[in-house]
């Protein structure tokens, strides 16, 4: 599984060409719907971009150097695509018609805290908004920028995804990550405390296996408890609650006079 999640995050192959991509060696480029090739997944960007010919330089680049691609022209199409599809990489100019490119960053950053956004800018428009990459631009490019640089960028973001892809754990449709630890069920979102969180990581690593409390306490608390605590029963209580679909059906089952499995309820 995570050699897979590996290769599917491998970046492209090196490429020399900087401002002049030669795509015509490569096999044609497929639908931007459409990540699978040869077995493997390629990485997805979303450019949201007015200037065409922009557009047009940074396509012809990046799909020659493997990516799938999609833009949009204009920052309320470019928040809707940001917000209902999954990109591996955001690419975001500041000065776009519809909608402000710094509102479209805070609106992805708020529902999509995990996908990387290098934004792209003209020299003025970042002096005067420099700070404006505190609402949570990953990296910055200023116009006119180098291909082979902007690759490089791309290509140094999705490693980071990658070591997070390690320390991601998933299981009954709810997905962690350990380092930025985020967590979402059904992809959705869901706000744990710190212990909580801990928990839910020990259910997700022994996925399917009951365990007892003594072994939750051990694992989760550490230390010796007084068997005659409840601290288990009340933190599962906590997660189900937010772990909770909206028919009441939870993750967790008990398994009477044993403990607790995450997994299937019986
Ligand atoms: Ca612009």
């Known amino acids: 599984m995570l050699l897979q999640v590996q290769a599917a995050v491998s970046p492209p192959e090196p490429k020399p060409s900087t401002s002049a991509p030669a795509p015509e060696h490569r096999p044609p480029a497929a639908a931007p719907a459409s990540e699978q090739s040869a077995g493997t997944v390629r990485p997805r960007l979303l450019l949201i971009e ?133 967590v979402s069920r059904d992809g959705e979102a869901v706000l744990l405390s710190t212990t909580e969180f801990e928990l839910l990581a020990c259910l997700l690593r022994h996925h399917g296996q009951v365990l007892t409390r003594e072994q939750i306490l051990t694992y989760v608390w550490r230390y010796e408890h007084d068997p005659a605590t409840n601290v288990v029963d009340v933190y599962i209580g906590y997660l189900r609650r937010k772990l909770a679909r909206a028919d009441g059906s939870t993750p967790i089952a008990t398994v009477r006079s044993v403990g607790y499995r995450l997994g299937r309820a019986e």
Not at 123 to 152: N, Q
């Open 50 to 182: 007015d200037e065409a010919g922009i557009v047009d330089f940074v396509r012809r680049g990046l799909q020659g150097a493997g990516f799938v691609l999609e833009a949009a022209a204009d920052g309320i199409e470019g928040e809707r695509l940001a917000l209902s599809r999954n990109y591996d990489v955001i690419l975001l100019d500041l000065m776009l018609p519809g909608r402000d490119g710094l509102e479209v960053l805070s609106a992805i950053r708020k529902a999509r805290p995990g996908v990387p956004v290098i934004v792209l800018s003209a020299r003025g428009e970042l002096d005067d908004r420099v700070g404006g990459l505190d609402a949570g631009a990953v990296d910055y490019l200023v116009k006119p920028f180098s291909l082979a640089e902007l690759e490089a960028r791309v290509r140094a973001h999705l490693r980071l995804i990658e070591q997070a892809a390690t320390t991601t754990l998933r299981g009954a449709g709810i997905e962690m990550n350990l380092l930025t630890r985020e």
